[in-house]
């Protein structure tokens, strides 16, 4: 069974330009999580779809930040336009539990986002 | 507010002795903790958790925990490191009366082991 995988591995951009990452979830997953690390610092949450639907996007540092998981697969994630502080990894994530359930996430590798 | 600290950026361990990645967290009511495991060029691998029950949990590759409700510790341990345990380490915290299934996590610690 494949597992999360992410695309592109690694994205170097100039400052006000655009990047989409993507994200493919365990097929039947219906819980997709994005995460970043920004260099030395904890990884943090950005938002959770539940098949379409966003059920949390608390995380989301501000409105240059767009996520989308049109029909409940693949998601992505798209920063327009990308600012120094951008840069990190990006990690995605998924599950097949329900709220409230304690499985594990499954990660992807993430995708390094490089702002210069 | 749900918080994990990992007070050491790095462990140093000759291969072969014990190891102790530490962990604290602070959060509201009962608390479902994780750790995680990142391999060079790999994504984070789930090692173990702790639910409920015995404080002691056994994970992977070795690996173990230590929940301690009055410490709020959840400190990770291995009796003899090995070489191949050198990769980045995170403490994770969820909220099992929160909305969402999101984890909180540490900072991380490298862990080196040397041969």
């Known amino acids: 069974e494949a597992g999360v995988t992410q695309f592109p591995s690694h994205s170097v951009i100039e400052k006000g330009q655009t990047v989409t990452l993507r994200c493919d979830p365990i097929?039947?997953?219906?819980?997709l999580y994005w995460y970043r690390r920004v260099m030395g610092k904890e990884i943090k949450f950005l938002l959770h779809?539940?098949?379409?639907?966003?059920?949390?996007e608390s995380g989301m540092p501000n409105n240059r930040f767009l996520a989308e998981r049109t029909g409940g697969t693949y998601s992505t994630l798209k920063v327009q336009p990308a600012e120094l502080e951008d840069s990190g990894v990006y990690f995605c994530?998924?599950?097949?539990?329900?709220?409230?359930?304690?499985?594990?996430?499954?990660f992807g590798e993430g995708s390094r986002l490089t702002v210069l | 507010a749900q918080s994990v600290a990992q007070p050491e950026d790095q462990v140093n361990v000759a291969e072969g002795n014990p190891l102790t990645v530490k962990c604290t967290y602070s959060v509201s009511g009962n608390p479902y903790l994780f750790w995680y495991v990142q391999y060079p060029n790999r994504g984070l691998q789930f090692l173990l958790k702790?639910?409920?029950?015995?404080?002691l949990v056994k994970g992977s590759y070795g690996f173990e925990a230590e929940f301690n409700k009055s410490q709020t510790s959840f400190h990770l341990k291995k009796p003899s490191a090995l070489v191949s345990d050198s990769a980045l380490y995170f403490c994770a915290v969820r909220d099992p009366g929160g909305a969402t299934n999101k984890l909180i996590f540490g900072t991380g610690t490298l862990l080196a082991v040397q041969p």
């Open positions: 097929s039947g997953h219906d819980n």
């Open positions: 994530a998924s599950s097949q539990e329900g709220t409230g359930d304690t499985g594990e996430l499954f």
């Open positions: 702790y639910i409920t029950g015995d404080n």
């Open positions: 779809f539940v098949k379409e639907s966003k059920q949390d």
